[in-house]
């Protein structure tokens, strides 16, 4: 039997719905939806944080808190409130780097956070290993014993960049039960969170549930191939950035390349460098074939609108004799390659690109011949993706997978 894990409650510190709060996720997180403020009971012995009516939520969920012989807490000194139900221990913490081991055998070290607040690792007498982080917490630098952990729990929507670390120094493996907890406002709840955490490979449970460490062999897969496409300004590029936070090391490939003279584009550039993560490394080419055969960390590619426009370059697709004398195959047997590539490639990766066709028909033929083949391009790379998304208005809107 593994280590019992009840999950008081999964929300941030303020709850959710957050009161007075008028925003829609919060309006929407009502009944089930509805989180307490987290805090986790382990194996009825040991209670991780404290939120006010913790009997009664115990209560709720099958459990009592009168077995407790430790309360620790992880958040800031000057973090939410604390309400201590009659008969349980003073709350306490432990100092960074320290470990202490209570009377029912488990054993708990204190990890140092990089922003305010304590991370705690669990050992179960059987072994089984938790590690609980606190809400915006990552572990600062590496952790000192390298093993991979049975469950994670932690602010996952917050702080991906936490599981993408801990996934780098293999604390974080591929049968690793992952759980968001600290869930805020900020993403709207039901299968949008859902499904932005399975693009992490994490899941958000209602609260009360309880879990068994070591016992949930369905860790989301997370799919190696998605095209994400939408219209300008849609939120598309960010949506693919959202499918890779988590990972450990990325390639972004900017097809569009560099445009000398234009301070306009270089803003752009700027601004969508500016918000991905600093491990990030960037390609800027359209030569996308010879990446996809590569073995190699994930790529997202950034986006297929201006490599088929570069293609089409190539061809010289634009002037009408060209095209029709030589242009057309040329451009097929480009797409076909591509498409060859994104079949038969090993690493994963996220591709963005532009929907066309529900707008006013280009006025040349050279628009129009765009147009067309870009549709074609869309329609058959994402045949060869295992996740197909629309974005439109900010909205994900899941077409395949």
């Known amino acids: 039997m593994g280590v019992e894990l009840t999950l008081l409650g999964t929300g941030a510190p303020g709850g ?7 925003c829609a996720a919060c309006a929407l997180a009502r009944g089930e939806r ?13 209670l991780l944080d404290l939120t006010p009516g913790a009997a009664l939520a115990a209560a709720r969920a099958g459990q009592t808190l009168v077995g407790v012989r430790q309360v620790l807490l992880t958040h800031p000194h000057e973090g939410p409130a604390l309400e201590l139900p009659a008969g349980l221990p003073t709350a306490g913490r432990v100092p960074d780097g320290r470990e202490l081991t209570l009377i029912s055998g488990h054993r708990v070290r204190a990890v140092a956070m990089d922003s305010p607040g304590t991370g705690y690792e669990v050992t179960s007498p059987d072994g089984e290993r938790l590690l609980y982080l606190p809400p915006g917490g990552a572990p600062a630098g590496l952790l000192e014993d390298h093993r991979t952990y049975d469950m994670v729990v932690a602010d996952i929507v917050g702080r991906p960049d936490a599981l993408a670390r801990l996934r780098a ?21 039901g299968p949008e969170l859902d499904r932005r955490l399975a693009a992490a490979g994490a899941r958000a449970v209602p609260d009360g549930t309880t879990l068994v460490v070591g016992e949930y062999h369905e860790v989301p897969d ?24 988590s990972f ?23 601004l969508h460098r500016d918000r991905r993560p600093g491990s990030w490394r960037t390609l800027e080419t359209c030569d996308l074939v010879p990446l996809l055969e590569e073995e190699g960390p994930a790529l997202l590619i950034d986006c297929l609108a201006l490599w088929l426009t570069d293609a089409m370059d190539r061809v010289g697709a634009w002037d009408d004799d060209t095209w029709a004398d030589g ?4 451009l097929r047997e480009r797409v076909a390659e591509l498409l060859a590539a994104v079949r038969a490639t090993s690493r994963t990766v996220v591709v963005v690109t532009n929907e066309v066709g529900s707008g006013v028909v280009p006025a040349t033929a050279s628009g129009r011949r765009f147009r067309d083949e870009l549709g074609r391009l869309n329609a058959a790379f994402g045949d060869e993706c295992e996740h197909v998304l629309l974005v439109v208005a900010g909205q994900a809107l899941p077409l395949r997978g």
Do not use: N
């Not at 509805?34 to 040991?46: F, H, K, Y």
């Open 16 to 22: 959710l719905p957050r009161p007075d709060c008028p």
């Open 34 to 46: 509805a989180r307490a403020a987290t805090a986790v009971l382990v194996d009825g012995a040991l």
């Open 169 to 189: 120094s293999g604390a974080i493996g591929p049968t690793t039960d992952v759980v968001a907890v600290h869930l805020d406002h900020d993403v709207p709840p």
């Open 222 to 245: 997370v799919p190696r191939r998605t095209l994400v496409t939408g219209g300008a300004r849609s939120g598309k590029s960010l949506e693919a950035e959202r499918r890779l936070e």
């Open 248 to 270: 450990p090391e990325v390639v972004y490939v900017a097809t569009s390349g560099t445009r000398e003279g234009d301070p306009e584009w270089a803003a752009r550039v700027s």
């Open 327 to 330: 242009g057309q195959e040329a």
